[in-house]
Nanobody, 128 residues
Framework: QVQLVESGGGLVQAGGSLRLSCAASGRTFSNYAMGWFRQAPGKEREFVATISRSGGTRDYADSVKGRFTISRDNAKNTVYLQMNSLKPEDTAVYYC?????????????????????WGQGTQVTVSS
């Protein structure tokens, strides 16, 4: 089992920044591709960003490219999401996710179907 705990959410004005953190425990963190997803009220949970096990490869949803940066520190068992130039449409609950940790898993975690573990979520609200 992998436990994921997010932190860093809050209320920010449009144009502002927030940094989300996700602390993992339970298994070898570097065995898991990690991702961030978000869910706005009345909408499906959607992919935001992902990072490979080593941290060498990253990918983003088109809606956040150039504004968000995902990173990880395998020594600290933590993945981060730096969010800049925030917009009201970024308002959502943000979830940290890990894949299933199998050797044949895809390099990146882009799909909810590939998620093995979810965090509890952290609210991000961007006011206009």
């Amino acid at each position: 089992q992998v436990q994921l705990v997010e932190s860093g959410g809050g209320l920010v004005q449009a144009g502002g920044s927030l940094r989300l953190s996700c602390a993992a425990s339970g298994r070898t963190f570097s065995n898991y591709a990690m991702g961030w997803f978000r869910q706005a009220p009345g909408k499906e949970r959607e992919f935001v960003a992902t990072i490979s096990r080593s941290g060498g490869t990253r990918d983003y949803a088109d809606s956040v490219k150039g504004r968000f940066t995902i990173s990880r520190d395998n020594a600290k068992n933590t993945v981060y999401l730096q969010m800049n130039s925030l917009k009201p449409e970024d308002t959502a609950v943000y979830y940290c996710a890990a894949d299933r940790g199998f050797h044949n898993n895809p390099l990146l975690l882009r799909s909810r179907n590939e998620v093995g573990y979810w965090g509890q979520g952290t609210q991000v609200t961007v006011s206009s």
